[in-house]
């Protein structure tokens, strides 16, 4: 009996996507098709490179396809994604940026810049084209944990008018910091007006071309910059670095409370725990909670937000982020096992939350 395209989709509609729960079909996540005799090939297309279900997808549909189609069948998947969005090609501010995600914090020296730069670089490496803007005007450390102290970005004209062209890490990542357009010394004494027209600058004046997602790396707080990236653009999410001690997270608390204001409305995408416990070399079984144990995960659930994992205390961490040389891209180890799973847990909760809710809208006035 010829099996026809049309048995394989009534079978791929009995395989839901656990995130987004619906079936693959209805998602439009099944492409190309082919049959013949004996064999079914086709794709699946999820909502992100870094999908942490991949291979559950796979098997999902191989026994849904076997089960009513016959056990003998040979079936290949050729897994693609296409990173989902809410921001449409009809809108003026980066138009192809598909997701704007601000990474924030209350408290300086959580490590808000070591997230934003091991996220993008972690998003890169499993395929994302990935932005990384440096909006921490008055300290940039980014030059300084990628490496690219003293690299001058291009400038390009178009129709008479200057645009930056953001420096290129990889052909997956791109990175712009005021620590690249003047000296950081400079930028330390500028006024809040140049400041907040600089961050406008990044976004506005500056060639993306096309991005999955582009971060932001917050300056510490709930101040100036914070209103205008959310009047310059709509910002699809927000990510809340915190460490675990009380005075830590009383100020994450006021910078959630910050994206959550009505007149602000950013959705948060979730929590990180960084710095959330110390593991000796020489005693790998153990865990010293330096800081305390568990209080991110207790302000993700404070707020009903997800909780997207706890980083630990390294020493190459540091070492990697003074370096110029993110611990994301050396090989495999402990440190970079958490990056990844908080960067899978990120980009899942930024394809739920694409899948879910309405498009951000920009802030035009704030009282
Ligand atoms: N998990 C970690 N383990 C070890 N050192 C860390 C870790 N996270 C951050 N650091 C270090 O702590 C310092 C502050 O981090 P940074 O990312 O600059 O914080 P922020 O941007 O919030 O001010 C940096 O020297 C950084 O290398
Ligand atoms: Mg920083």
């Known amino acids: 009996m010829k099996i026809t395209e049309e048995q394989v989709l009534s079978a791929l509609r009995t395989v839901d996507d656990p995130d987004l729960k619906k079936d693959l079909v209805s998602l439009n996540m099944i492409e190309n098709i082919i049959i ?3 064999s079914i090939a086709f794709t699946v297309v999820l909502t992100t490179p870094a999908c942490p279900l991949k291979e559950k997808i796979k098997s999902d549909c191989i026994k849904a396809i076997k089960k009513s189609l016959g056990e003998d069948l040979l079936i290949t998947i050729n897994m693609t994604s296409n990173v989902n969005t809410t921001r449409s090609q009809a809108i003026n501010v980066l138009p192809s940026v598909k997701n704007i995600i601000c990474i924030a914090s209350g408290k300086g020296g959580v490590g808000k810049s070591t997230i934003a730069v091991n996220l993008a670089v972690e998003l890169a ?9 440096d909006a921490d005007i008055h300290g940039p450390s980014i030059p300084t944990m990628l490496g690219i102290k003293g690299k001058k970005p291009a400038v390009r004209e178009i129709k008479g008018k200057n645009y930056i062209l953001p420096y290129e890490i990889n052909e997956n990542l791109k990175v712009l910091s005021i620590g690249l357009l003047v000296d950081e010394r400079q930028a330390i004494v500028w006024r809040g007006a140049m400041v907040t027209s600089a961050i406008k600058q990044f976004i506005t004046d500056c060639i993306w071309g096309q991005l999955d997602y582009l971060f932001i790396d917050m300056p ?6 914070h209103l205008t990236m959310v009047q310059t653009v709509p910002v699809t999410g927000a990510i809340i670095v915190t460490t675990p001690q ?4 009383a100020d994450a608390r006021k910078a959630l409370s910050m994206f959550r204001m009505p007149s602000i409305n950013v959705p948060i995408i979730g929590v990180i725990e960084n710095m959330a416990y ?3 070399a020489e005693l ?3 865990k010293y909670y330096i800081f305390g ?9 404070e707020y009903e937000v997800p909780f997207l994992g706890q980083i630990p205390l390294i020493q190459a961490i540091r070492e990697g982020g003074d370096g110029g040389f993110p611990i994301t891209m050396m090989e495999k180890n402990l440190a970079n096992a958490a990056f990844e799973d908080i960067a899978q847990n990120a980009a899942r909760e930024i394809s739920i939350r694409n899948a879910n809710n309405p498009p951000t809208e920009k802030v035009e006035i704030l009282a």
Request: glycine share 18%; charged share 20%; aromatic share 2%.
């Open 36 to 38: 013949r005799d004996q």
């Open 125 to 133: 490496n499993q395929g994302a084209k990935v932005g990384l803007i």
């Open 220 to 225: 510490p707080g709930t101040g100036d910059v």
């Open 246 to 249: 009380e005075i830590a997270l």
């Open 278 to 280: 110390f593991t000796p």
């Open 284 to 286: 790998p079984e153990n």
């Open 293 to 301: 144990n568990g209080g991110g995960k207790a302000l993700a659930d």
